[in-house]
């Protein structure tokens, strides 16, 4: 894993010295000083939701984003998760909270492709269940660790927004970690 790791990250600083082909929410242009401090801060995020016969969930993720170069991205996100189980008579809630920081690159031969690197804290409510009675017995709140690698492709709708999609994987393997592989993710960005 650690080869796949570094060969991600020999790629993404290998694309960051290429010369940028795109600013923010503008066609391509030769003029480097058209990218602007105005183009460069980005707000967006994600809203998620899933409901089945014995739970709810609910999660909200807001991201501020901030282009270094017409081709890399860094930014942060943050993660709110309303979780609620529901199967008689097993009933609990929690909520989990966590924070990111990340680092997008776009392609330079497809410059609506990225491929996306992303270190994750997670301040997550572990239910611990006794299997005999099927009442929760103890809940523990427990910080997990989370590394994202992965790509994805954005599409831009009009001058400053977009709608990217992204698909993930969790490498730091944490018993802990409420993620399973591959993580799916659908955002969106608006230049401010």
Do not use: C
């Not at 529901?86 to 989990?96: A, G, H, Q, V, W």
């Not at 410059?111 to 239910?127: G, K, R, S, T």
């Not at 611990?128 to 492709?153: A, P, Q």
């Amino acid at each position: 894993m650690n080869k796949l790791i570094v060969l991600f990250f020999l790629i993404l600083f290998i694309g960051v010295s290429l010369p940028a082909s795109a600013q923010f929410g503008q066609p391509a242009s030769k003029e480097k000083d058209e990218f602007k401090m105005s183009k460069r801060i980005y707000i967006g995020g994600g809203l998620g939701f899933g409901i089945s016969s014995y739970s709810t969930s609910l999660m909200l993720a807001p991201v501020v984003g901030y282009r270094l170069t017409p081709s890399v991205d860094i930014g942060a996100r943050f993660n709110y998760t309303y979780y609620h189980y529901n199967d008689d008579p097993l009933k609990y809630s929690t909520n989990n909270f966590g924070l990111a920081g990340y680092v997008r690159y776009y392609l330079f031969f497809f410059n609506d492709l990225f491929i996306h690197a992303e270190y994750e804290a997670l301040n997550y409510e572990q239910v611990y269940v006794n299997t005999i009675l099927y009442e929760v017995d103890h809940k523990e709140r427990v910080w997990v660790s989370g590394l994202f690698l992965g790509g994805g492709y954005r599409q831009w709708v009009g001058q400053n927004a977009f709608v990217g999609i992204s698909v993930l994987w969790n490498v730091i393997d944490n018993i802990n970690s409420p993620y399973s592989n591959p993580i799916f993710r659908i955002g969106v960005g608006v230049g401010i």
